[in-house]
Structure formats: structure tokens, C-alpha cells
């Protein structure tokens, strides 16, 4: 018999989110009913934006919702490294197999020059014939040291099968298949490659991942093949929804899973309502788990009711198990505050007050709040919503890095600090009298800030308008 393996391989260019977890729950109780291991990898091949805080951030929340792998980056194993950055030299040997096999060819295009070609090609995929160069340009280009990446070959034409576990036998046009890049032009691979022989060299016997990874499916066939390698068993599952059958998305609502662990969400509930909306009972699945009874019609995450089930289990607790509880949840975040309401302190029943907007997700408001400043209804609404966009992009959430922020908006819109401020003061802290806003915004993060900032918007009536680029 197999012996099973399988793999959670998130990427850590960001917060880790509800999704992450649900696709590593199943992966995880697929391997611990098949007596088989789970191997966590870390798929940093996106150099840019990967961050080690991201890695953390990844290990700590999965271990909180109570995940366990059985090799990765934190604990080691027999087919490390675990992560793709410290595994080069082994991509590099497989990349001179696919060279010399004239599976693979290297590509000189610039990306202005690419641009063109997809414009002419509507929804044709890029092949080698439509890459190539004449002979005269190509040789100018190996002379002079051109930047190049190497493609992997694809059939200009037939059909694609592969089976899937939940599908059957899904069927592709190969002229739909792009001859996909495997090596960037500064030497490092990119995921496919290295996703591929990472799976194959680590044992990996059952890939469960989302099915927005059905597309890329046939490259990672054809590399299989062309390395002459068995092909692992794939199971795409459906993609978490909204309740209106929308993509469940950032720009909806918060999905981070340190937003619901922040929020007071259980990790317990987390765990059995996601194993719900797939269609699995949580106390049956170490013993009764089968993966092909999961529904396609794609798992909806109903955020009222995740809170009611967490109401539920938060009441049946045993009083000292709850004070616990919320002892544990509370006492980092009371450090934080501490200097921010300390200093307004006179007698203790004023700590309630003085901290209430730094607990709840959001402030009561109305657009009567905001009448009181010194700003017009639609000035009001650019400047939160100038502020919302720019808060995405920080990656160093500090209190120098926002109060710059805010100065931008100042000088960028010709207003004085204390004026600009002042829908913000109310966004964040629900009243203009209050601790330090700029002192609020650090210590609820990135996630909350921008749900009390969008809220804002919205009261005061300009949420269609918001603009999700730069």
C-alpha cells in the first residue's frame, strides 16, 4: 500500500487567510486518515514579496487553529530544505535535464515585445513558434548578453487530459497552454518548476490544492512527463464563497485568519465550521473522512454564522475555562493600550471608556458624527478614502510610517493637520475626543483600520466611488 503524503505550500507574501486554512484542514485530516504525514513547504519563489514575517505569521496561525505537519521549515525532516529560496541548486540540475532532453528553450523577448505578441494572438496561448526570433536578431541578442528565461515547450495544439479526483477527467486545448516561463531571467525558478519537482523529490502522493489551479494543471503534467516522473493523484477543491456566490475576497470583507483570531473567534470554530461548509463533521473525520464526498458547488463562508457558532461554544464553556480564555486573548493587546489610556486614568471604571473602540471591530456611528468638522461632506470622503488605499501598501506598520501618511494627505490636499485629522479621529475612534488616533491605528493593524475607514465611507455615501488601484 501508498503510503500517503501530502502538502500545505503557502506562499509568504502576505497574512495567511481563511482560505489557507481550509485548503490545509483537509489536507491535513486527508493524510492523518490515511495514516500517511503532511508536509508543510514554504513557496517563496517570489523574491519581492516574500517576507520572513510572513512565514511566521503562517506557522503561528496554522499551529493555533491546531494544524499539524510532520516535516517543514520549523521542524525539519528527511526532504528538506523546506523552503523553495534554499533549494536552487536543486532546480538547477532538473533544468539542465529538460535543456538537453530540448524539452525547454530559452526566450530573448523583451516585454514590450511580448505585450505585442498577446495583443495579436487575442486568446491564443504564447507557443516557441510565436517566440522565436529571426536568426540575424537572435544571434545580436546571445552576443551581447540579452536577458533571457527559459520555457518550457508545449504542443501548439491537441487535447490535454488529467484526471482529478473530485472532477473525473478534465479535458484542456493545448492551444489554450502557454509555453510557461520556468527560469526568471536572474536564474531563479518560477513556481511551477519549482512546485513540481519539490512534489515529485518530497514524495508527495495526493496534491489538494484550490481549483484556481486546474489552469496550470497541464504545464505541471508535461513537466511529469517530460522529467519521466509519476504523476501525483490531484484533487482541486472548490474555492470558499461569499453567501452571494462571489469569490470570497479582502476587498468584501476581512478573511486574514489573525483578523478572527484578534476578533475573538475560536480556533476550535474556525476549525469545525470550515470542515462544515465542506461537508464534513468534524467529529467524524479522523474515522469516516472522504475527500471525493466533498460538494463542488463551492463551500459558502457565512461570516453571521461562523459568529453564532462561536457564540455557542463560547457559552458552554466552564467559567474558569472561559476566563481563561479570555485572559489568553487579551493580555498582549492590554500591554499595548496600556500607555495609550494610562495617562487619562482618574479611577479604574474609566479604563472601560477610555479602551472601548480598541475592542469592538466597529464604532456606532452616523453621518451626523461627522457634521461637526471642519470639512466639506465630500472632502471628508477623499481624504478617508486616500487614506484607506494607502494603508494597503504599508509594510511597516508603525506609528512614524502612519503619522507620515497622514502628513502626505495634508500637504497632497493643502489642509492643516488638525483639520485633516479629524474624519480620521472619528473613522477610527468613533469620537473626536479620545487617545491618540495615530496610537489607535498601530495597535488594531492594517485589517481592522481600513474596515472602520471603509464603514466611514460608506456612512458618509461614498463607498461605489472607492477606487481599488493607485
Known sequence: MQNIRTRIAPSPTGEPHIGTAYIALLNFYFARINNGKLILRIED???????????????????????????????????????????????????????????????????????????????????????????????????????????????????????????????????????????????????????????????????????????????????????????????????LRNPDRSKLSKRKQNNSIEYYRKMGYLPQTIIKYLGSIGGISIENMQSKFDIKSISLGGPIFDLDKLTWLNGIYIRSMEDKTLIKVMYEWSKDYIYKILPSIKPRIKILTDIIPLSEHFFSVLPKLKAEDFKVIALKNTMQIKVLKFLWLQLEYIEKWDKATILYKVKQLSNHFKIKMKTIIAPIFIAINGRLISTSVIDTIVIIGKDITRIRIKQAINILGGIEDIKLTK
Not at 46 to 62: A, M, Q, V
Not at 130 to 155: A, S
Request: hydrophobic content about 35%; proline content about 4%.
Open 45 to 239: 519563489t517570489d523574491r519581492l514579496r516574500s517576507k520572513s514575517k510572513f512565514e511566521k505569521k503562517i506557522l503561528e496561525l496554522l499551529h493555533w487553529l491546531g494544524i499539524q505537519w510532520d516535516e517543514g521549515p520549523d521542524i525539519g525532516g528527511n526532504f528538506g530544505p523546506y523552503r523553495q529560496s534554499e533549494r536552487n541548486s536543486i532546480y538547477n540540475k532538473y533544468v539542465e535535464k529538460l535543456i538537453n532532453s530540448g524539452k525547454v528553450f530559452k526566450c530573448y523577448r523583451t516585454c514590450e515585445e511580448l505585450y505585442k505578441l498577446r495583443k495579436l494572438k487575442f486568446d491564443k496561448a504564447l507557443k516557441e513558434k510565436d517566440l522565436q526570433l529571426d536568426y540575424k536578431e537572435l544571434k545580436f541578442r546571445k552576443k551581447n548578453n540579452w536577458p533571457y528565461v527559459i520555457r518550457l515547450k508545449v504542443p501548439n495544439e491537441g487535447i490535454c487530459v488529467f484526471y482529478d479526483v473530485l472532477r473525473g477527467s478534465i479535458k484542456m486545448n493545448w492551444d489554450q497552454v502557454d509555453s510557461q516561463i520556468l527560469i526568471k531571467s536572474d536564474g531563479t525558478p518560477t513556481y511551477h518548476l519549482a512546485n513540481v519537482v519539490d512534489d515529485y523529490l518530497m514524495g508527495i502522493t495526493n496534491v489538494i490544492r484550490g481549483e484556481d489551479w486546474i489552469n496550470s494543471t497541464p504545464k505541471h503534467k508535461l513537466i511529469y512527463e517530460y522529467l519521466g516522473w509519476k504523476i501525483p493523484n490531484f484533487c482541486h477543491l472548490p474555492l
